[in-house]
């Protein structure tokens, strides 16, 4: 089978040479990023919500300076739903006015992606790779997370903070002082964690009106091939992909923390830039295969190299 497939791909590449193979895919990349986030961003501005999640965000932060229940806050009908640390990182937009906050924040985002595509080495148009360009619509730190985990290594422990999940690709790259330090910081949002688990009845039917039960393998069958595509990219990308694939009710944004996996597979780029339930855990299981068979098709041409008699023998 293996040789099937190998000589399979020899046709392939006697048809179109890599760089031919590269620039098809990289201008159908363009092609589906720009579609994308075309509609995402004229939703956006369809139905007012450009910017909702720092204004969401802004809305609790300044109900917790008040003494008051940060999940009470909601802006045109959009609960706060994130856990506790994430308003520590909202607090100074709660002193801003909003028009100010989203100038600002909305600038620390743009920042945080470019330095994180710089980082993992593609080009400036990735910043309509969907998960990052719906992270700059909605203004969610997801696009600074990735950026704090793959350019800022010293500040990796402001991930945490954020947003939780940032402790699973530290935990599973075994960055450990990372961790902890986001962990520390994390308990500074100890006082509201009584009000957080009293709200999560409301959070959790929020999570699934808004989210429409996510677009990972969460609390469904694909769980089980997904879980083993991440053992098997253990070390190979299971870190960047584990999040979109199985944490409960994700959105596309979410993603932009398997950025370091799409920029090096067109394959994985592509069924990440949609916001379809499952297409994330789909995108993971492609990958490992993909993985699995490269690394047999090399093994298997080094083998048949080492079989072909040199010229003088």
């Known amino acids: 089978m293996i040789a099937r497939l190998a000589s399979g791909v020899d046709a392939i590449d006697r048809v ?6 590269a620039r098809v895919a990289r201008w159908g990349l363009l092609l589906t990023f720009i579609l994308v986030t075309a509609e995402r961003t004229l939703g956006a501005f369809r139905l007012g919500t450009f910017g909702i999640d720092l204004r969401v965000y802004r809305a609790a932060a300044e ?3 008040q003494g008051g229940d940060p999940w009470s806050a909601s802006v045109g009908g959009i609960p706060f739903a994130a ?7 909202y607090l100074p937009a709660a002193l801003l006015p909003e028009s100010v906050a989203i100038v600002l924040y909305g600038g620390v985002m743009l920042a945080a992606a470019v330095i994180a595509l710089r980082a993992v080495r593609v080009p400036l148009w990735w910043l309509l790779f969907p998960p990052i360009s719906d992270s700059l619509i909605v203004l969610n730190p997801d696009v600074v997370v990735i950026a704090l985990l793959v350019a800022l290594p010293r500040f990796a422990s402001l991930a945490v903070v954020l947003k939780v999940y940032a402790a699973v690709p530290l935990a599973l790259a075994g960055r450990w002082r990372a961790l902890g330090g986001g962990l520390l910081l994390c308990l500074l949002s100890a ?3 009584s009000d957080f688990l009293a709200a999560g009845p409301a959070i959790e039917a929020s999570f699934v009106r808004y989210t429409f039960g996510g677009t990972s393998a969460w609390g469904t069958w694909l769980m089980v091939p997904t879980i083993l595509a991440l053992a098997i990219l253990r070390h190979r990308g299971a870190e960047w992909l584990a999040v979109p694939a199985l944490w409960p009710y994700t959105q596309l944004h979410y993603s932009a923390l398997a950025l370091p996996v799409a920029a090096r597979n067109f ?3 592509f069924l990440l830039s949609f916001p379809v339930a499952y297409l994330p855990p789909l995108a993971t299981i492609f990958y490992a295969a993909w993985v699995v068979v490269a690394s047999r098709l090399a093994i298997y041409r080094s083998g048949a190299r080492s079989k072909v008699p040199s010229e003088s023998e």
């Open 16 to 21: 179109l040479d890599a760089d031919a193979r």
């Open 63 to 65: 109900v917790a300076l």
């Open 83 to 89: 856990p506790p640390p994430t308003v520590l990182a």
């Open 191 to 193: 006082p509201w964690w």
């Open 267 to 269: 394959g994985v780029a």
